[in-house]
């Protein structure tokens, strides 16, 4: 057990660091590059001061205490930063979602309805559930596809690591990559874009892609498949090598076919990787608006939530509005990642 006396010391003198170094940022007395540094050596230290002042605390108990209160001591901060940063943030959205444009008066459920009875709305829920249904389904699928022809194929690590790429590059660089893959010049001029060169190279007509609705949604989406594609062939590939080989072997013996392997044995062994992958796809794609963003801007129908709820924010100011998307945001996420925490807790790990 620690000196009670030293203990408290050492706390107080953790607490006179961390705010003497907290109000001494605050007051803006430094330059820029000073302030960087003494940042970065003031919150290192901070946080080991921290943990190791909670640690002695901890130690003043009897050692049957001390076990049940430090797992607490290490989690607790990030839990207090987690709450701050997200717990706050979504109380207040919540309210803000039942004020009007400036916050300024209760306007009840009218935010609310607004976004199930605009015409813009309503095309943006549309395009969410085509990008939930069509980005999750086809991404999961190609990389269940890629993955089992992986295991087969002598460029096993070449292949993979192809399809992974993808995944290095952010959504909005994307969106600049197939911006000018599906570019648009109208007829007799020079087609700069990659599909409408091959379309008039065969004869046909320039088209364009972006602006032509509704397939315009489904060309975005194919953006999303491409990048996610790469995630679920790791995270399925690996999930491939823990199906036992003497099972498949076996029914290959007793005569079933490669398909029925992979929907009666494969698929059923590999049911969590499944479930996570897609649920983790799922979100991205709820939450997607760089590429719509940088593609559309929104325009010629491809609004989806999450742009539309960055419009309300800080195109149109319209804090109520905007508030009341990112709600209805967040409880479309809140049954997957329940679902998930469910998932993961039948897992030995937990």
């Given at each position: 057990?620690s000196n009670?006396?030293?203990t408290?010391?050492?706390t ?12 001494l940022?605050k007051?803006?007395?430094?330059s820029q590059i000073?302030?960087?540094l003494f940042?970065i ?5 901070s946080?080991l ?6 640690n002695q ?5 009897p050692s049957?205490?001390y076990?049940k ?17 997200l717990?706050?943030?979504t109380?207040?959205?919540?309210y803000l979602s039942?004020?009007?444009?400036n916050?300024?008066?209760f ?8 976004i199930f009875t ?10 969410t ?12 699928l190609?990389g269940?596809?890629a993955?089992v022809?992986a ?5 096993e690590?070449?292949?993979k690591?192809l399809i ?7 959504l909005?660089g994307?969106?600049v990559?197939?911006?000018f ?10 087609q700069i874009?990659?599909?409408n060169a091959i379309v008039t190279?065969?004869?046909g007509?320039p ?6 609705k ?9 953006i ?7 995630f679920?062939l790791v ?10 080989d ?5 029914a290959?013996?007793?005569g079933?076919?490669?398909?029925r ?8 062994n590999i049911?969590a990787?499944?479930i996570?992958?897609?649920?983790t796809?799922l ?8 590429i719509?963003?940088s593609?559309?801007?929104g325009l010629?129908?491809t609004?989806v939530?999450?742009s ?5 924010m800080?195109?149109?100011?319209n ?8 709600i209805l945001?967040?409880i479309?996420v809140?049954p997957v990642?329940y ?10 790990v937990?």
């Amino acid at each position: 057990m620690s000196n009670p006396v030293k203990t408290a010391l050492e706390t107080l003198c953790t607490v006179v660091v961390m705010v003497s170094g907290f109000i001494l940022l605050k007051s803006g007395s430094m330059s820029q590059i000073p302030t960087t540094l003494f940042a970065i050596v003031w919150g290192t230290a901070s946080v080991l001061l921290m943990f190791y002042s909670l640690n002695q605390i901890a130690q003043l108990f009897p050692s049957k205490g001390y076990n049940k209160i430090i797992p607490y001591i290490f989690i607790g901060p990030a839990i207090l930063i987690m709450g701050w940063y997200l717990l706050i943030p979504t109380f207040r959205s919540l309210y803000l979602s039942f004020l009007n444009k400036n916050s300024t008066s209760f306007v009840g459920w009218d935010n609310y309805k607004y976004i199930f009875t605009d015409r813009t709305m309503i095309i943006s829920l549309r395009n969410t559930v085509l990008w939930l249904v069509c980005g999750t389904f086809f991404s999961v699928l190609m990389g269940l596809i890629a993955a089992v022809l992986a295991e087969r194929s002598y460029i096993e690590r070449l292949g993979k690591t192809l399809i992974f790429l993808p995944m290095a590059i952010s959504l909005v660089g994307a969106g600049v990559i197939f911006k000018f893959i599906y570019a648009y010049k109208p007829a007799g001029a020079e087609q700069i874009g990659l599909l409408n060169a091959i379309v008039t190279s065969l004869g046909g007509q320039p088209h364009n892609w972006l602006g032509t609705k509704p397939a315009n949604n489904l060309f975005l989406i194919a953006i999303f498949i491409w990048l996610q594609t790469g995630f679920a062939l790791v995270v399925l590939s690996a999930a491939l090598k823990a199906v036992p080989d003497d099972m498949i072997e076996a029914a290959r013996i007793d005569g079933a076919g490669e398909f029925r392997i992979l929907v009666q044995i494969i698929i059923p062994n590999i049911r969590a990787s499944l479930i996570s992958v897609s649920t983790t796809i799922l979100l991205a794609a709820l939450k997607c608006f760089d590429i719509v963003y940088s593609m559309t801007n929104g325009l010629f129908g491809t609004e989806v939530l999450a742009s539309q709820q960055y419009k309300q924010m800080f195109k149109f100011l319209n804090y109520g509005r905007g508030s009341s998307i990112a709600i209805l945001i967040l409880i479309g996420v809140s049954p997957v990642i329940y679902y998930n925490l469910k998932e993961f807790s039948k897992q030995e790990v937990f």
